[in-house]
């Protein structure tokens, strides 16, 4: 009987998939019904080209353009060539494109503030803003602090600014146009005050003209030379404590055009987000605006962290796409031992628990986007129900893209490591989600924060049992969500159990979430996702049980796919 012929497998070049060219939006097997459940109709219809050509461009050039920008930080130059003392930070050519796509071209920081971006004739809901972010974000991260900031800071002075403020300096913040645009930036971080705001001290000091003058050190400012930031600062002969800080809007340009008086004095050499330029500020008497209530300075810069967080986690949750449509790409055309990888069961085990915690963070994205629209539009209990979504998700996400980004660069091996692929930045970069806006304990205690002063744990409580209806399709989540509400009660009084109560709220949410969604897409594959994660991330369960069968294998199919 003769053999078959002998197949070499691939080697040289043709032996290591690259992705390059991939559309991330067409590779993402949910995204698009997804949106159907959070977008109205007609506007995801207007949308649809957007997100395919945002895919494509994430997959593709943008993907190049990070790279170089990564390679090539941002320079800070104190003087010209004439020797006058004009500081200026000089970026790569590829950030400041990188600049146009975003801000320009599809008006990510806009398009949640003024009618006309992308031809939509009104502003458009988070969820929108946060679906073509969340595949800009896929490509390049540390654009999306600045990206997140001067949306976050049009928010923030909107709500609390004197309407003669937010006259002049709105324009600048929503525009589309380049030369018009002002960037955005929060300068809040002392060497003695980080995420202890009452320590704060940077002096703030009434002037003749009703401006105030600053001075002090801020120890980290992204953006560092933003158009405008907001900025805390103690009033001079006010009260200690957290009422004597008050917030204050800082343009980079006093309002005759010249300089303001303020310096960079050096940029921060950063593990991740090396396009991006954050430094040390040093105010030296600077001119900046009161911005809302003088003794609810922090209160009204909370606005715009809370923002910041909600952005931080749907930034997670690109990063662990991304990371999982590359180790899904590798596993497809890496051939070893005579098969590709995702045909082997250990592999395709592993892929799924990259999956898994991927899915709960765009689920519980857009779980909070549509309750910051339900709170921006005045709805009872949205307010209080976005107050615990957010400290949640920036919790639970951020510290899960670390570990996902990093199993996934292990898919592609030695590779993997190598700064010419994606995985070793997104894993740079992952890094910085659990720091920026509140390390994870104080984003766990927020969690308490929230349920004490809003009130959010009943609200959480309903939207949960309104997401699983009667219960049927997971059974075990209103009690185990009791449990878990007890818990957090208990850390109220016990703080040391704020992370583990976070943890459990989240995981709980977010599966009640998708199990909403399979039953409103019709869709069994999302529902066994749900129940994946109650089974392996909250419900007890014997470390030496076979836990193969729990997968089906239509599940894996369509969470692997191609």
């Not at 997401?467 to 009660?489: M, S």
Request: some cysteine; aromatic content about 6%.
């Amino acid at each position: 009987m003769d053999s078959l012929p002998f197949t070499p497998p691939p080697s040289g070049a043709e032996a290591v998939p690259d992705s390059h060219g991939l559309n991330l939006f067409r590779a993402d097997p949910w995204l698009a019904p997804l949106l159907g459940l959070y977008l109205p109709s007609d506007l995801l219809a207007h949308l649809a080209p957007h997100l395919d050509r945002m895919g494509a461009l994430a997959g593709g050039r943008l993907d190049v353009l990070a790279g170089e920008a990564d390679r090539n930080p941002p320079e800070l130059l104190h003087r010209n060539r004439r020797g006058e003392d004009a500081q200026r930070i000089d970026y790569h050519p590829a950030y400041r494109e990188l600049e146009r796509v975003a801000f320009a071209e599809f008006g990510l920081a806009a398009m949640s503030h003024r009618p006309g971006v992308l031809g939509w004739p009104a502003p458009m809901p988070p969820a929108a803003k946060y679906a073509l972010s969340y595949l800009f974000v896929q490509a390049e991260f540390g654009l999306c602090c600045p990206l997140s900031m001067t949306d976050a800071l049009a928010r923030t002075l909107r709500r609390f600014g004197d309407p003669a403020l937010v006259a002049r300096y709105l324009p600048g913040l929503t525009a589309t146009d380049l030369d018009a645009l002002r960037q955005g930036a929060m300068f809040m971080t002392e060497q003695g005050a980080g995420s202890d705001i009452a320590a704060t001290a940077v002096l703030a000091e009434p002037q003749a003209d009703g401006t105030w003058a600053l001075t002090g050190d801020k120890w980290f400012c992204s953006n560092a030379d933003a158009g405008m930031a907001l900025v805390l600062a103690r009033r001079r002969g006010g009260p200690a404590g957290l009422r004597g800080v008050s917030l204050f809007l800082l343009p980079r340009e006093r309002p005759d055009g010249s300089p303001n008086a303020y310096r960079i004095v050096r940029l921060k050499d950063k593990l991740g987000t090396r396009s991006m330029a954050s430094g040390e500020i040093r105010l030296e008497g600077a001119t900046a605006f009161l911005v809302g209530e003088p003794e609810a300075g922090f209160k009204q810069m909370a606005d715009m962290v809370n923002a910041s967080r909600l952005s931080n986690g749907m930034r997670a949750a690109g990063l662990m796409r991304r990371a999982v449509t590359e180790a899904v790409f590798v596993a497809r055309h890496r051939i070893a031992f005579g098969r590709t990888l995702i045909e082997m069961p250990l592999m395709r085990r592993q892929l799924m628990k990259l999956v898994l915690p991927m899915e709960q963070a765009r689920s519980m994205v857009f779980q909070a986007a549509e309750a910051l629209r339900r709170s921006d539009a005045g709805e009872a209990g949205a307010y209080a129900l976005l107050r615990i979504l957010t400290p949640l998700l920036k919790f639970r996400a951020c510290r899960d893209a670390r570990r996902v980004t990093g199993d996934a660069m292990e898919v592609r091996g030695g590779c993997g490591y190598i700064e010419e692929w994606p995985d070793a930045r997104l894993l740079r970069d992952s890094h910085l989600g659990s720091i920026w806006e509140g390390t994870s304990n104080i984003v766990a205690l927020d969690v308490l924060r929230a349920a004490q002063r809003e009130g959010s744990l009943p609200v959480l409580r309903a939207h949960v049992h309104g997401l699983l209806g009667n219960g049927a399709a997971l059974p075990e989540a209103l009690p185990a969500f009791d449990r878990a509400a007890a818990l957090a009660a208990r850390a109220q009084e016990n703080p040391a159990l704020a992370r583990q109560a976070a943890s459990a709220l989240y995981h709980l949410t977010s599966a009640a979430a998708m199990a909403w969604e399979a039953e409103r897409l019709g869709d069994p594959d999302r529902l066994a996702l749900a129940r994946l994660v109650l089974a392996h991330r909250v419900l007890p369960r014997d470390p030496l049980e076979d836990t193969d069968a729990a997968v089906p294998d239509a599940l894996l199919a369509r969470a692997l796919a191609p």
